[in-house]
C-alpha cells in the first residue's frame, strides 16, 4: 500500500458546484477501488493525498493528469505505507480559505497567498500540516 500526494493548478476557477461535483466523483470511484483520501483546494491550487495499493493509486494518478480540470500535475510524494491516514474517508474534502488560515493557528502564519504549487512544493512539513488539519473535520 502507498499514499501519494500531489498538487496541481484548476483550469479556469471551479465553482463550488463544480467542487461538489469533482468530490462526488472521487467518492464514487474511490470507493470502487478501495481508495482513500483527502482532497483540498483553494485559490487555483489542488493539494491531494491518496491511499491505496500502488496499483490503484499510479492509475488514478495517470486520469488526473489527463483531466482537463487539471494542469501542471506535480507528485510531491509517493511511499509505502503501513496505514492508512484518510482510513474511513474514500475522500476527505476541505475548500481553503483566507478565513480557514486565519482560524487555526497552525495556519496563521500561511496565509491563501502562499497556498500554491511553488510554496508547497518548497516546503513538504507545511503539506503535512495542511492533511493533519484536514482531519479535524469531513465532509
Given at each position: 500500500m502507498i499514499s501519494s500526494i500531489y498538487i496541481s493548478q484548476a483550469v479556469g476557477e471551479p465553482s463550488e458546484d463544480d467542487l461538489f461535483d469533482l468530490l462526488e466523483q472521487c467518492r464514487r470511484n474511490n470507493v470502487k477501488k478501495g481508495l482513500t483520501g483527502m482532497l483540498m483546494y483553494g485559490g487555483g491550487t489542488y493539494l491531494q493525498c491518496l491511499e491505496g495499493e500502488a496499483a490503484d493509486v499510479d492509475e488514478l494518478l495517470k486520469?488526473?493528469?489527463?483531466?482537463?480540470?487539471?494542469?501542471?500535475?506535480?507528485?510531491?510524494r509517493r511511499v509505502p505505507i503501513a496505514a492508512r491516514q484518510f482510513t474511513d474517508w474514500s475522500m476527505g474534502f476541505e475548500?481553503?480559505?483566507?478565513?480557514?488560515?486565519?482560524?487555526?493557528?497552525?495556519l496563521r502564519k500561511l496565509g491563501l497567498?502562499?497556498?500554491?504549487?511553488?510554496?508547497?512544493?518548497?516546503?513538504?512539513?507545511?503539506?503535512?500540516?495542511?492533511l493533519r488539519w484536514a482531519t479535524r473535520t469531513k465532509i
Open positions: 486520469t488526473i493528469d489527463a483531466d482537463p480540470r487539471h494542469t501542471a500535475v506535480k507528485i510531491l475548500h481553503v480559505t483566507e478565513k480557514s488560515f486565519e482560524e487555526s493557528a497552525g497567498s502562499s497556498y500554491n504549487p511553488e510554496y508547497l512544493e518548497n516546503n513538504p512539513e507545511m503539506v503535512d500540516t495542511l
